[in-house]
């Protein structure tokens, strides 16, 4: 059983005494845990750390950033909205960039420190759970939850600090409420609510916190559930006042979720994917092989009830929950393991069914306590192992039980050895994406992230055929990241990068810069590099004009900001409405993999319509007309294209030119009923009124 005797005195609350705390094996889970990720010490900044240090603008400013760090979202300077409040982890990054400018590998000495001291606290509170217990019970599963390479993302990549605060804030507040909850001292209470409200502020996942510690309660201290939930409510207040501040600092509690495929791909089928992801989560804990970084578009690809593993997933489900309901009204181990992992995993799933978004890794990193418990229960249950032998020394004790001990090293070296190997791929962005290529080949994230470090090392590169082999090898998984997901607007950009930089050739790189602004009208790098080309190639207008679309687009894109700036003094332009000039003609050369030569024609009918409608808008119908009949060209049955070069046709006061297009368009296309309309209109135009109620007639007719 779970439940605990109270460790109090004979007498009153003011005799309240406790035991002493044994801090040997805790100190010692610690230094294993630094041991693990000592290896990180020397890495560079990964994957989001750009986005939530280096590129953010209030963490580079030190101490002065602190105030609009407390105001914005986490990805403000991404130009999202996601609903992220999550300052305090980016105060911490401000700070250290303050005292140290921007060092990765204090960043990560402090990450590793941050994962040592929850493994401190972690076997702290599983001594005090299970007090009843022999201490090697709770220095085991400690020892498995920090060697557990599901965990190598949250501690390697900076950015997850969000995570760590967060665990470590809820750990510690559950051991303090647990070891003091018969105290009348206020002093650990006041610290425990001061510690959950700066877990909130890390990350949202504390919140439960909440459901944690009633249930630790009402499974460790004989406490029914209404008792236990009233120990709660002051921390639940907690909650709300996070909210409080969220809502007033950020003017939002959910944000905004993009229309991202790539990142929020199961919208539409929330529930079939999350049982998926929640096999594919279950797995992890048991194998951790293959680690990845990415999980995106298409890489679990969408669930369907068809799908044998959505199935998996459900039977999973409904057989620990089971279990959880079971253990609730016997208190038992099991039951409390299971509860830990549901909780603590509600916030992952929360993600897929409430937003339609992807799995990670770290999704487990709290949920995987609840399975180390589990683990050692089921081992010891199994082995026929009695742990109720409290007065043993843990080596005696170790000594005593050596079956179990072996398969726990075993199980503890296995994982080890995963946990510092996988640290090695996060040592950077390259090594990471080439580590995990040929895991996550299924992913357009993970293609895409891996051409463009490599056009990076291209655009580096010195020597030109070093550069040709790097631009070679980075184009098909350029090209896979755009099959894979046509509408991928970062994909087209870092092509567009490519043929812009690394081999230029200016009218494939202007074609790709449009493919992404189609693809991802709000990414605004598309249009910055639009403005550095045509600046480079002397069209001014075109490149104010880019210049400012970015602007629009993204109010803190700095870069854009600078070049607007520098051309504006040099050419006194100043251009927002676009004006004109491109050259349609555009040709195009991608290599696929394999080596095919895959050759893409100008610009697509939509294009040349939208150039030639922008033209006509402002009174320059003349290159409207040619624009429209190229939409033409390339898309005979465009027949909106048709109606608007007859209109420009009809504001030149060409009307038999008008009457002509209108024509062959019916000729084409078939009759049209805004073409009868607008043709019954030009002949009251040239007064021959029989025709135009000849074809009044027409229209009506079609109207019916």
């Known amino acids: 059983m779970a439940k605990q005797q109270p460790k ?44 939530a240090i280096t590129n953010n603008q209030f963490v580079q400013e030190g101490f002065k950033g602190i105030p609009q760090l407390l105001k914005v979202d986490l990805w403000h300077f991404g130009n999202l909205t996601l609903g992220y409040y999550r300052p305090l982890s980016l105060i911490t990054f401000a700070i250290e960039h303050e005292l140290f400018d921007n060092s990765p590998h204090i960043s990560h000495f402090i990450n590793i420190l941050l994962f040592s001291f929850t493994g401190f606290m972690l076997c702290l509170l599983l001594m005090e759970l299970f007090s009843g217990y022999n201490t090697s019970f709770a220095f085991l599963i400690s020892l498995l939850f920090i060697a557990h390479p599901i965990h190598t993302e949250v501690v390697a990549n900076l950015k997850s600090r969000d995570e760590l605060m967060s665990f470590l804030g809820v750990v510690s507040v559950l051991f303090i409420m647990f070891r003091y909850s018969e105290s009348t001292k206020k002093k650990y209470f006041i610290a425990s609510l001061v510690i959950y409200y700066l877990a909130m502020l890390s990350k949202e996942t504390a919140m439960t916190g909440v459901v944690l510690l009633p249930a630790t309660l009402y499974f460790f201290k004989q406490k029914n559930i209404p008792e236990s939930i009233k120990k709660a409510v002051p921390f639940a207040l907690a909650v709300l006042l996070y909210y409080f501040q969220k809502y007033k600092m950020m003017g939002t509690l959910t944000g905004q979720v993009p229309n991202d495929i790539v990142n929020y791909p199961y919208i539409n089928t929330k529930i079939s994917s999350s049982l998926i992801i929640f096999s594919h989560c279950i797995k992890l804990l048991f194998l951790p092989h293959p680690l990845m970084y990415d999980y995106s578009y298409n890489q679990i690809p969408i669930g369907t009830w068809s799908n044998p593993l959505t199935w998996v997933g459900l039977l999973l489900f409904v057989v620990l929950g089971f279990y959880a309901v079971h253990g609730i009204i016997r208190k038992t181990v099991w039951g409390f393991a299971t509860v830990f992992f549901f909780v603590t995993f509600i916030p992952a799933i929360g993600f897929v069914l409430i937003r339609g978004g992807i799995m990670a890794e770290r999704f487990l990193y709290s949920a995987s306590l609840g399975f180390c418990i589990a683990l050692i229960y089921f081992l010891a249950k199994l082995l026929k192992i009695d742990f109720t032998d409290k007065e043993l020394q843990l080596p005696v004790w170790m000594k005593k039980n050596l079956k179990l001990v072996s398969i726990v090293t075993i199980v503890f070296l296995a994982y080890s050895f995963k946990t510092i190997d996988r640290n090695k791929a996060w040592k950077d962005n390259f090594t990471l994406f080439s580590t995990d290529i040929s895991a996550v080949n299924n992913s357009c994230q993970t293609n895409k992230h891996y051409g463009s470090e490599v056009i990076n090392k291209a655009i580096a590169e010195k020597d030109t055929k070093k550069k040709m082999e790097y631009f070679n090898e980075a184009i098909p998984y350029l090209w896979k990241a755009v099959t894979i997901h046509p509408k991928f607007g970062e994909a087209w950009c870092t092509l567009g990068v490519a043929y812009q930089v690394v081999k230029p050739i200016a009218d494939s790189a202007i074609y790709f810069y449009h493919k992404a602004i189609e693809s991802s009208p709000g990414y605004a790098i598309s249009y910055g590099n639009l403005g550095i080309l045509y600046q480079g190639m002397n069209k001014y207008a075109l490149a104010s004009y880019y210049y400012n679309k970015a602007i629009e687009i993204s109010p803190t894109f700095l870069d854009a900001q600078n070049n607007a700036d520098a051309l504006r003094k040099a050419t006194k332009l100043d251009i927002h409405a676009y004006p004109g000039g491109e050259d349609p003609k555009l040709a195009v050369s991608i290599q696929r993999q394999g080596g095919e030569i895959f050759v893409e024609p100008g610009h697509d009918a939509q294009y040349y319509f939208k150039t030639g409608t922008d033209y006509a808008t402002r009174g320059n119908y003349n290159n409207a007309i040619a624009n429209l009949q190229k939409a033409i060209e390339v898309d005979p049955k465009y027949s909106d294209a048709y109606i608007n070069i007859a209109n420009c046709y009809g504001m030149l006061k060409n009307y038999q030119a008008a009457i002509e297009t209108y024509n062959k368009l019916i000729n084409s296309i078939g009759p049209n009923a805004r073409a009868y309309e607008n043709m019954a209109v030009t002949f009251d135009l040239m007064g021959n009124d029989e025709q135009a109620d000849i074809y009044k007639k027409k229209a009506k007719e079609l109207a019916k």
């Not at 003011?14 to 002493?20: A, C, E, H, S």
């Not at 801090?23 to 010490?41: D, G, K, S, V």
Request: hydrophobic share 45%; proline share 2%; no cysteine.
């Open 8 to 51: 109090k005195s004979a007498g009153n609350k003011k005799n309240f005494v406790l035991q002493k705390i044994d801090y040997r094996w805790p100190t010692l889970i610690a230094i294993i845990a630094f041991a693990l990720y000592a290896n990180t010490i020397t890495h560079d900044y990964a994957l989001d750390d750009w986005g």
